[in-house]
């Protein structure tokens, strides 16, 4: 009985054993499996975050991806107002085209005849200051540099006709004393319609006559010079020879005249050899004080310009120029310097008051 007992008692240790055993398996695989699940809770709560933040960023591309596509449609709208404004004023600027084509049309047709006046002589003999004064003579004297080529324009006459108006223009194409040689060939190959050659009674800043610039001046336009001037290929027909700085000389104008060509006699006589092929006058006078410089523009007019290019107020003009002068005072004496800005002496006309005088500035187009 002790046995079966002891049988018993054995195997109820035995089963208890076995059901310990399973239960700690068991509790050992739910453990295992809490874990496993702890863990797949912690990796979905971290890609929850994750995608919120994937959410919060594309929320961010998205608003300012609105934003661009506002200011893109803004920007159209405000592209196609402003086609709009560039066709509407290219339409205007086409009306005007067409309203200013047919008002030129309506115009007399203007044309410009062009007469050549070269000025030349060497450096500082007042070729500017003298082209200047009967050019423009509102011009300031003292702003003068020396030059290399200035042309200045100045119409002369305006002559209408059935087929349309005609422009006299005078073309005054001014040298610098550097450039003589240029001029000599500028006087073969253009059609030149006159030359004034300036020459000086002294230097720059002179206060009394110069013998020795003179000579030099006389040197300059020595024989072998002037035939490249007059030569058979040559166009000009009319010179003038201004004898400049007269205000240098002291007597009363004939006498100033006198000593003035008698100084250049020389160069006088060697121009006189060409008379039968050029018309040559002789000025002496002062680009400063204005002695003689308002002889150059009624001599360049009458020598240069066809009497059919005359219109009334140029001819109104030449007749009071040809009025003869009153005796003019004497000059001052060549120690009493001449200011250089000092105004021309009053014009020595009788009869009507001269005309307005043409204005000009270098290089443009002037209307009388
Ligand atoms: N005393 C005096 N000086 C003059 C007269 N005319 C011009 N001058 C002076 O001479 C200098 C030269 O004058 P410009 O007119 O520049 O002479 P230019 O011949 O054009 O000189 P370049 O262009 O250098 O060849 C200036 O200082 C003028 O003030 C004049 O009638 N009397
Ligand atoms: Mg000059």
């Known amino acids: 009985m002790s046995t079966i007992l002891d049988v018993l008692g054995v195997l109820l240790m035995v089963s208890l054993g076995v059901v310990a055993l399973s239960l700690l398996l068991r509790s050992t695989e739910v453990t295992r499996r809490l874990q ?9 709560e971290h890609r929850a975050a994750m995608l919120q933040q994937e959410t919060a960023v594309l929320q961010q591309d998205t608003a300012t991806l609105r934003q661009e596509v506002e200011l893109l449609r803004a920007e159209k709208i405000v592209s196609a107002q402003q086609d709009e404004q560039q066709k509407i004023w290219l339409d205007n600027q086409h009306a005007d085209i067409i309203c200013l084509r047919s008002e030129l049309e309506k115009r007399p047709r203007i044309t410009r005849k062009i007469y050549k006046i070269l000025t030349l002589g060497v450096s500082s003999t007042g070729k500017t ?26 119409t002369v006459s305006q002559v209408v006709q059935k087929e349309g108006t005609t422009e006299h223009v005078f073309e005054i194409g001014d040298w610098g004393g550097e450039r003589i040689v240029d001029a000599q060939q500028a006087l073969i190959v253009d059609e030149i319609h006159g030359m004034l050659i300036v020459v000086d009674l002294g230097g720059k800043d002179a206060k009394v006559v110069d013998p020795a610039r003179i000579q030099d001046q006389l040197l300059e336009f020595q024989p072998q010079a002037l035939q490249y001037f007059f030569g058979p290929a040559a166009s000009c027909k009319s010179v003038v020879l201004f004898i400049n700085k007269s205000d240098l000389l002291s007597g009363t104008p004939l006498e100033v005249e006198a000593q003035a060509k008698s100084l250049y006699g020389k160069l006088i006589s060697d ?9 040559v006058q002789v000025f002496v006078g002062s680009a400063t004080s204005g002695h003689s410089t308002h002889h150059l523009f009624s001599h360049f007019v009458e020598k240069i310009l066809p009497k059919s290019a005359y219109d009334n ?3 109104q003009r ?20 001449v200011p250089l800005q000092q105004p021309p002496p009053p014009p020595l006309h009788r009869g009507p008051p001269p005309l307005p005088q043409h204005t000009l500035a270098p290089g443009k187009a002037r209307t009388s």
Request: charged share 20%.
């Open 129 to 154: 200051s003298l082209t200047l004064k009967w050019a423009n003579p509102l011009v300031d004297l003292g702003m003068i540099q020396g030059t290399k080529v200035e042309r200045y324009e100045r």
């Open 318 to 337: 030449m007749k009071v120029e040809a009025t003869p002068p009153r005796a003019p005072p004497p000059l001052p004496m060549a120690s009493q310097t």
């Open 36 to 44: 496993h699940a702890k863990s797949e809770l912690d990796a979905s």
């Open 313 to 315: 107020q140029l001819l």
């Open 271 to 279: 121009l006189g050899k060409y008379a039968s092929q050029v018309h």
